[in-house]
Each structure stands twice: as C-alpha cells, then as structure tokens.
C-alpha cells in the first residue's frame, strides 16, 4: 500500500537549535516526533539560501545543474521534481505555504497550491556580482537584529497561520472527499526566518539567559575572506548589535521555533482525527540553519555548520523503528527516497540525472550503500556575499569549502565541531588537500560556472527592468477560490451537503 507523506517544512531552521540535536529550543512535538522518529545527525541543505536549496531538494539536483544560483534565479517547468514523479505514481500533491519560486511556472509538479508565497516570484533580487561593492536594499540588514523582541503580529505570523490553516483544512477534505488516491501535502512555514520578533506569549517562554550567546566568538576564530564580505551584505559595519541585542535576537528565534513546533502539533492533531495518521509517513525539514551570531555571522550565506547543517526526522512508527543514522545525507537524497517508497522509478525511469541517493536503507535499518565514512554531501553557493563560485564537499569526518578566489578551508567535524581550526593553512594536510582539489577539479568547469552565474544575472536584471516598464503582470501566485462551491448552496440537497461535510460520515 502507498504512504501518504506528510512534509513539514521550516525555514532557516538550524538543527542544532532543536533538543534531538542537543539544543534549547521547547518544541514538544518534534521532541516526540525525533523520539518515536529516524533522526539524521548529519543531514545538510546543498545551498545555505532559500530559493537554491528549495529548488534542489525539490529536483534533486545541484543548483548548478538547474540554475538554481540565488534568490531570483527561475525554476524552469522542465525540471522534474518529487512531486512530478509522485503524480506519475498515483499520488494527489499539494503545497501549503513558501517554496520561493521564481518564474511563470508556481506549481512544478503540484496539483494544487492552497495559498501565494510570501515572497516574490520575479526577478527582482537578483544579485550583481560586478558591483558587490553596492549592498542590494532588498537584502537582510541588520534591523532584525538589533530590533528583535516581542509583537502582536507580524508578516510572518500572518502568513503561517494561514500556510497551516489551509493545510489542516485540506488534510479533513482528503478525509471526506471521494479521492482514494494517496496524498503528498507539503506543507512549508516561513518561520523561524529572520526578522527576530515573536508574539509575546513565545518570547515569555524563554528568559535570555535560557539561550544564552553564541559558542565561538568572532576574535576566537581566524576570519576569512567569505565571511567578510557576508557581513558587509548584511550591513554588520553599519549596525554593530551588543550583548543585549544578540541575547534577544536569539530568544526571539528559539520563541519562532516553539512557534513552528506548535503549528507542528496542530497539523499532526489534525492528521489524527482526519484518521490519516496510519498510512503517513511524517517528514521534518528546513530549507537551510542560521549563524544566530556563531563568528560574528547571522543567517546563512555560508557552508559553516550552523548555516548548512538542519534537521531530518523521518516518523512512520508502524513503518520505521526508531533510530539515529550517522551517515552524511542531503537535501538531494529526499527526490529519490520519497520516489523509491511511493512507487518503483523503473517503472517510467528517472527523466534527469539526480544528484542524490535513496535513504530508505537508513529508515529501514538495512545495510545502505554508503557509510558514514564514504558518505558524502556536495554544495555550492553562487549568490549575495559571493563574488565566484562557492563548493563544499563533506564526507566523512571532514569539510572542504574551496573557492577560486578565497584560501581553502579544510575542517575535521570529529575533532572540532565548531569549526575554530581550519587544516588547510596547517603543516601536514598536502596530501588530503590535494586530493580535495583534484576532486572539486573533476566536479565543477569554476570558471565557465563563473561565467553562466555572471550571464545569467545579466539576462534577469534586463529582463526584469523590461517587465517593470509599462504594464507589469506578476507571476506571484493567485489562489483560486470558488465562493459558489463553499458551504450551502442551492445547486444540492442540504442534507446531502451537511452529510458529506460530516466527518466521520453517519451511516
């Protein structure tokens, strides 16, 4: 019998925030999710920023594949996603919430969209890596930082009270409706992204001495070239937080994680009494983590643990035992996973190549192909605070971060997992270095990605400044709603309509 999946989707949510993976945050349903769930301790986003690493977990494949390169970058209707392949299976696929598509295409693969996005679906934010010198206005600043507490409401509030809302309303009309096919809901929240402000009642759950200050300070670390220019995207020369300000920064994020774990437990309320909670598999995820002041860095923007590492909990109790894998995995592992449960890829074949693996080995407990040793998980990062390509490759106890214009840093997760001394500009590592470099050499063309990043910013910035002449027709979303189909209508029977919107239905 086909799952349902059921995938719950964070935003710039660092695993290590969560108590599973021995953080602070009060999140009570993940807690028990992660306890009756499997937990990937070492599970990473392909590309620390929103747009890119969505794309590629939807696809499957490297930003650089797709031309997922930033925030604006266009996600071609070509592309096969997850949801493509579930439909093919059999599957009904929704989407509840933020997915930041770019490009005329807003449902790749989705059958239905129950709300917009909450960011724009145009070309507007592309980067401009020949004049990094001038600081995007649309970019994160230093505001959420130096500005963080508590609210009534927020724009990120009412955008995920209505993201769950309608996903808990169409979890019941699953339930009632006449379609048996299986379902795949993904439903994806923007908190608890930036900007640091919660409704009171979170931020009272915590006291800043409860999150207290970031692990490695900015002098305890040498500084680097890539981590200097982010904090000139972000304005950190321009607004300088103090202790007081970084402590509630960080008690308003922990505030926006009890946040999500509340709509967590809404929604999987809701599974239960839709009486769906026994053939679904839950998914837990984030898109990418936050620094939250780790080095002197906020958000994400790099391949240090705190920005790229976030969680995977995967709970089906009546399917999967509970456990933890150590093997390094990916957000390009999900496609082929959730493939490989719902259905059999021989049956149509993979359409593009994929860049990730199956992990139903890991949820079952079998013997899986790689192990924590041999294990690897690739990113690049080719947007804001870069001014060439970014790549990473983690495989077993170490991280290589290269990039043509920066010195290589080499880091043994193992030994030191804050990431303070960085290997490569020590005596002794020639041979692993080489061998690094002569990897990301038979990966990645650099320079001729260079110059399709630099291309490919020029077309959108003309492109965009052509559409915002004259008439402008936006691609953001619009969802659909036919008010003559809701509630009571003379085009049926009351009865009949009161006794198909009854749940469970009355013999």
Same mark, same amino acid.
């Given at each position: 019998?086909?799952?349902?999946?059921? $995938?719950?989707?964070?935003?710039?949510?660092?695993?290590?925030?969560? !108590?599973?993976?021995?953080?602070?945050?009060?999140?009570?349903?993940?807690?028990?999710?992660?306890?009756?769930?499997?937990?990937?301790?070492?599970?990473?986003?392909?590309?620390?920023?929103?747009?890119?690493?969505?794309?590629?977990?939807?696809?499957?494949?490297?930003?650089?594949?797709?031309?997922?390169?930033?925030?604006?970058?266009?996600?071609?209707?070509?592309?096969?996603?997850?949801?493509?392949?579930?439909?093919?299976?059999?599957?009904?696929?929704?989407?509840?919430?933020?997915?930041?598509?770019?490009?005329?295409?807003?449902?790749?693969? #989705?059958?239905?969209?129950? +709300? +917009?996005?909450?960011?724009?679906?145009? #070309?507007?934010?592309?980067?401009?890596?020949?004049?990094?010198?001038?600081?995007?206005?649309?970019?994160?600043?230093?505001?959420?930082? =130096?500005?963080?507490?508590?609210?009534?409401?927020?724009?990120?509030?009412?955008?995920?009270?209505?993201?769950?809302?309608?996903?808990?309303? !169409?979890? #019941?009309?699953?339930?009632?409706?006449?379609?048996?096919?299986?379902?795949?809901?993904?439903?994806?929240?923007?908190?608890?992204?930036?900007?640091?402000?919660?409704?009171?009642?979170?931020?009272?759950?915590?006291?800043?001495?409860?999150?207290?200050?970031?692990?490695?300070?900015?002098?305890?670390?040498?500084?680097?070239?890539?981590?200097?220019? @982010?904090?000139?995207?972000?304005?950190?020369?321009?607004? =300088?937080?103090?202790?007081?300000?970084?402590?509630?920064?960080?008690?308003?994020?922990?505030?926006?994680?009890?946040?999500?774990?509340?709509?967590?437990?809404?929604?999987? =309320?809701?599974?239960?009494?839709?009486?769906?909670?026994?053939? =679904?598999?839950?998914?837990?995820?984030?898109?990418?983590?936050?620094?939250?002041?780790?080095?002197?860095?906020?958000?994400?923007?790099?391949?240090?643990?705190?920005?790229?590492? $976030?969680?995977? @909990?995967?709970?089906?109790?009546?399917?999967?035992?509970?456990?933890?894998?150590?093997?390094?995995?990916?957000?390009?592992?999900?496609?082929?996973?959730?493939?490989?449960?719902?259905?059999?890829? !021989?049956?149509?074949?993979?359409?593009?190549?994929?860049?990730?693996?199956?992990?139903?080995?890991?949820? +079952?407990?079998?013997?899986?192909?790689?192990?924590?040793?041999?294990?690897?998980?690739?990113?690049?990062?080719?947007?804001?605070?870069?001014?060439?390509? $970014?790549?990473?490759?983690?495989?077993?106890?170490?991280?290589?971060?290269?990039?043509?214009?920066?010195?290589?840093?080499?880091?043994?997760?193992?030994?030191?997992?804050?990431?303070?001394?960085?290997?490569?500009?020590?005596?002794?590592?020639?041979?692993?270095?080489?061998?690094?470099?002569?990897?990301?050499?038979?990966?990645?063309?650099?320079?001729?990605?260079?110059?399709?990043?630099?291309?490919?910013?020029?077309?959108?910035?003309?492109?965009?400044?052509?559409?915002?002449?004259?008439?402008?027709?936006?691609?953001?979303?619009?969802?659909?709603?036919?008010?003559?189909?809701?509630?009571?209508?003379?085009?049926?029977?009351?009865?009949?309509?009161?006794?198909?919107?009854?749940?469970?239905?009355?013999?």
């Amino acid at each position: 019998m086909q799952p349902n999946f059921l $995938i719950l989707m964070a935003d710039q949510l660092y695993a290590g925030a969560l !108590k599973t993976y021995g953080g602070r945050a009060l999140a009570p349903h993940l807690d028990s999710l992660a306890a009756q769930g499997v937990v990937f301790d070492s599970f990473y986003c392909n590309s620390p920023l929103c747009a890119p690493s969505r794309f590629s977990f939807m696809a499957g494949q490297l930003p650089s594949r797709i031309g997922a390169y930033d925030n604006a970058a266009e996600f071609a209707a070509q592309t096969p996603t997850f949801a493509h392949y579930l439909r093919r299976a059999g599957y009904q696929t929704a989407l509840s919430g933020k997915m930041h598509f770019c490009g005329p295409d807003q449902l790749h693969g #989705f059958e239905e969209r129950l +709300t +917009t996005d909450i960011y724009p679906a145009d #070309f507007g934010w592309t980067p401009d890596w020949t004049r990094f010198d001038e600081r995007p206005g649309w970019y994160h600043t230093m505001d959420s930082v =130096t500005q963080a507490g508590a609210c009534t409401r927020t724009n990120q509030i009412d955008y995920d009270d209505e993201v769950v809302y309608a996903a808990r309303q !169409k979890l #019941f009309d699953i339930a009632r409706g006449s379609d048996r096919r299986p379902f795949c809901l993904l439903v994806s929240m923007t908190h608890p992204h930036d900007p640091y402000v919660v409704p009171q009642p979170y931020w009272d759950r915590y006291r800043d001495v409860d999150v207290g200050l970031p692990r490695v300070a900015q002098p305890e670390v040498p500084d680097d070239p890539h981590s200097r220019r @982010i904090r000139h995207v972000i304005g950190l020369g321009e607004q =300088t937080p103090n202790e007081s300000q970084v402590r509630a920064a960080r008690r308003a994020y922990h505030g926006a994680v009890s946040y999500v774990d509340d709509q967590i437990g809404s929604l999987l =309320t809701a599974l239960r009494d839709a009486r769906l909670d026994g053939n =679904t598999i839950v998914i837990v995820l984030a898109d990418h983590g936050d620094m939250l002041g780790e080095r002197g860095l906020w958000y994400k923007m790099s391949f240090f643990e705190p920005a790229c590492r $976030i969680p995977l @909990i995967v709970a089906a109790p009546g399917r999967f035992a509970a456990r933890r894998v150590a093997t390094p995995a990916s957000l390009l592992d999900i496609l082929p996973t959730l493939v490989e449960l719902g259905s059999e890829p !021989k049956a149509g074949g993979w359409a593009a190549p994929l860049d990730g693996r199956s992990l139903v080995a890991e949820l +079952t407990g079998q013997p899986a192909t790689a192990t924590e040793q041999t294990a690897e998980v690739i990113g690049e990062y080719l947007a804001e605070a870069a001014i060439a390509p $970014i790549v990473m490759i983690r495989r077993g106890r170490y991280k290589f971060v290269h990039s043509p214009v920066d010195p290589d840093q080499l880091y043994d997760l193992e030994a030191d997992p804050d990431e303070r001394v960085n290997l490569a500009a020590q005596d002794g590592q020639g041979p692993r270095l080489a061998e690094f470099r002569a990897e990301v050499a038979r990966r990645w063309q650099l320079p001729a990605l260079h110059e399709q990043v630099l291309a490919s910013q020029r077309r959108r910035h003309m492109v965009y400044a052509a559409l915002r002449s004259g008439r402008y027709t936006p691609w953001d979303f619009q969802p659909r709603r036919d008010a003559s189909r809701q509630y009571v209508r003379n085009d049926q029977e009351l009865n009949d309509i009161e006794a198909m919107a009854r749940f469970p239905r009355v013999n």
